[in-house]
């Protein structure tokens, strides 16, 4: 079994390796196959000791523990892949499907080694896991920046920005069911916050509302963007659109970035996510619209 914790990183010696070895023990004295034997112990690891693996993190709270809260740029090595292309947004807008969308275009480079796609760019993009740039281009979701967001403009990269926009109601209840609570509190301490209203107040805040003020801040972050940034820079789009008018959304982004489009890339997506709006109680629902539509309804005419 020694082999198996070589790649953990934990030396036979650690206490963390007399745990596990202990659980194995007790696994074979149980009858448990060789199989069972391993399944069992690299999910205990992966659960109980996130550990890095192969110089990597495995999660977003070892992120923000290792890199966030200790290195001053987490763009350090983004000129490393010269026109790059960066997707961006608020968290649940469709960044994952847009930055897999472009991904699979001809000449595009998979550099992913772990679970998660834009934790694994994270990691490379701050110059924590070492990464040879290959030959063809990158391209990397960055919603991740949050109040990091100026590196967009404080780089001297050359790369394309692409901002996912969302109805807010469908981001909100993303945000409020399929979010960790550590991600939300995250999320909102370090961009939500800085959205509430002077008039509003900061006590008592639920949940519902910390989503919606860290959608207002997120697409806060784009108007300074598109500001600033040059057109051919920045190109924003709306999800919505993009699940019903799929072919003529795809082909203008496959023009922006300058990549062959192809069929392929409009089978990838799913009209149905559209629903998730319609979850959201009445109530619910009618906060969102007095906090976000006007957000939203000023971030889409710039799609």
Known sequence: MRPDFV??????????????????????VSGATGFSMRIFNRSFLEKYFPLRRNGDLRTWRRFQKH??????????HL??????????????????????????????????????????????????????????RYCFQTTYLNERYREYLESTAKFQLIW??????????????NWSDFALEELFETVGRQAIPDSATTQGLTRLLKACYCYNGKQSQLFELHRVLQPERLMVIDYDRLM????????????????????????MLDPSS?????????????IVARICLPTYERAVMLA
Not at 67 to 76: I, T
Not at 164 to 177: A, D, E, F, G, Q
């Open 7 to 28: 790649k953990w990183n934990l030396s036979p010696g650690s206490q963390h390796f007399k745990f596990a070895r202990l659980i194995v023990l007790n696994s074979k």
């Open 67 to 76: 890199v966030r809260s200790r290195q001053p740029r987490l763009f350090s």
């Open 79 to 136: 000129h490393l892949f010269p026109n790059s292309i960066l997707v961006a947004g608020c968290q649940r807008s469709g960044t994952t499907l847009v930055t897999r969308l472009i991904n699979r275009c001809e000449g595009m480079v998979d550099f992913r080694f772990g679970r998660d796609d834009e934790l694994d760019a994270a990691q490379i993009l701050c110059g924590y896991k070492p990464h040879t740039p290959s030959s063809g």
């Open 164 to 177: 996912v926009i969302r109805k807010p109601s469908s981001v909100v209840y993303s945000l409020l069911y």
């Open 244 to 267: 019903t008018e799929s072919r003529l959304v795809v082909e203008a982004l496959c023009e922006f970035i300058s990549l062959p489009f192809s069929e392929g890339l409009v089978d």
């Open 274 to 286: 559209l629903q998730k709006a319609d979850r959201l109680s009445t109530a619910e629902q009618a």
